[in-house]
């Protein structure tokens, strides 16, 4: 794939009640991922910010795939997701990217990640509790994951930025 469109994004209502807001800015910030990445190809999304680091826009949507993951599937559900990139010799394998990773197959999973969250979150109120623990032995409630998730996006999408601004140039929110 040489490059891919730009998606729509939406800023969500000020005056939105507390679940359309947390969900509106989840969506947001997901959206904005997406964009930092669009009309790059595959090569360029694969570039690595500043070498040793391996940070790149592939390597972060292949990060939020797995986050999506963690805390919807795993942690909220209680399923058993195993990881998609890592494993236990390779913990940042998200981040390690070979020739053979590509973006089609990283938004596509990504995608499907948000999507089954998005199915696992309805119906549910945001004070439920999740079925599954962290590992650090905590539980958390939808509201909870919801901010978290929110507060992920955006420290990423700021390595986005970055990342993106070295690339080509392009800047903007």
Same mark, same amino acid.
């Given at each position: 794939?040489?490059?891919?469109? %730009?998606?729509?994004?939406? !800023?969500?209502?000020?005056?939105?009640?507390?679940?359309?807001?947390?969900?509106?800015? *989840?969506?947001?910030? +997901?959206?904005?991922?997406? #964009?930092?990445?669009?009309?790059?190809?595959?090569?360029? &999304?694969?570039?690595?910010?500043?070498?040793?680091?391996? &940070?790149? *826009?592939?390597?972060?949507?292949?990060?939020?795939?797995? %986050?999506?993951?963690?805390?919807?599937? =795993?942690? #909220?559900?209680?399923?058993?997701?195993?990881?998609?990139?890592?494993?236990?010799?390779?913990?940042?394998?998200?981040?390690? &990217?070979?020739?053979?990773?590509?973006?089609? !197959?990283?938004?596509?999973?990504?995608?499907?990640?948000?999507?089954?969250?998005?199915? *696992?979150?309805?119906? +549910?109120?945001?004070?439920? %509790?999740?079925?599954?623990? @962290? =590992?650090?032995?905590?539980?958390?409630? *939808? +509201?909870?994951?919801?901010?978290?998730?929110?507060?992920?996006?955006? =420290? @990423?999408?700021?390595?986005?930025?970055? &990342?993106?601004?070295?690339?080509?140039?392009?800047?903007?929110?």
């Amino acid at each position: 794939m040489t490059t891919h469109e %730009v998606p729509e994004r939406t !800023e969500p209502s000020g005056l939105a009640g507390e679940r359309e807001m947390l969900e509106g800015w *989840l969506e947001y910030h +997901r959206q904005t991922l997406a #964009l930092k990445c669009s009309g790059l190809d595959d090569a360029r &999304l694969r570039q690595a910010s500043a070498p040793p680091s391996a &940070l790149s *826009l592939l390597g972060l949507v292949r990060h939020m795939a797995e %986050v999506e993951r963690h805390w919807f599937r =795993r942690i #909220l559900a209680a399923e058993d997701a195993p990881p998609i990139y890592w494993t236990e010799e390779n913990p940042d394998g998200d981040f390690h &990217l070979t020739e053979k990773d590509t973006w089609d !197959e990283a938004y596509a999973t990504w995608q499907a990640e948000i999507a089954r969250a998005r199915e *696992l979150a309805a119906g +549910r109120s945001l004070d439920d %509790v999740a079925g599954g623990r @962290h =590992r650090s032995g905590k539980t958390f409630n *939808l +509201r909870w994951i919801h901010t978290h998730m929110i507060e992920e996006y955006a =420290r @990423h999408n700021g390595h986005a930025d970055l &990342l993106r601004e070295r690339i080509d140039g392009a800047t903007g929110d």
